[in-house]
Nanobody, 122 residues
Framework: QVQLVESGGGLVQPGNSLRLSCAASGLTLDYYAIAWFRQAPGKKREGVSYISSSDGTTYYADSVKGRFTISRDNAKNTLYLQMNSLKPEDTAVYYC???????????????WGQGTQVTVSS
């Protein structure tokens, strides 16, 4: 049974940092395109960052470029998202996902975690 379990969310003040983790079981993350998505209240789910399964290429949404870093620990089968210089507009539920390609994940095809809430507020 495949499970993706996110952790690390919480309430932080603007300018602070958080690191999200996504522990995988039942699949090997190294074989999949893996990504972080987020969904704010009243908004569509958006892709934040992903790592390609083929060559490890990373992608970041313009809104987080330079502030967020995606990484993977193959030994722990865990995906991370280091989020620095957080802004109120980063407030959302963050989901990790694994699939064949990033395009698949954009269509909602793949394995998804249950999400972790990130709230950035003073």
């Amino acid at each position: 049974q495949v499970q993706l379990v996110e952790s690390g969310g919480g309430l932080v003040q603007p300018g602070n940092s958080l690191r999200l983790s996504c522990a995988a079981s039942g699949l090997t993350l190294d074989y999949y395109a893996i990504a972080w998505f987020r969904q704010a209240p009243g908004k569509k789910r958006e892709g934040v960052s992903y790592i390609s399964s083929s060559d490890g290429t990373t992608y970041y949404a313009d809104s987080v470029k330079g502030r967020f870093t995606i990484s993977r620990d193959n030994a722990k089968n865990t995906l991370y998202l280091q989020m620095n210089s957080l802004k109120p507009e980063d407030t959302a539920v963050y989901y990790c996902a694994a699939g064949g390609t990033y395009s698949d994940l954009l269509m909602g095809i793949g394995y998804w975690g249950q999400g972790t809430q990130v709230t950035v507020s003073s």
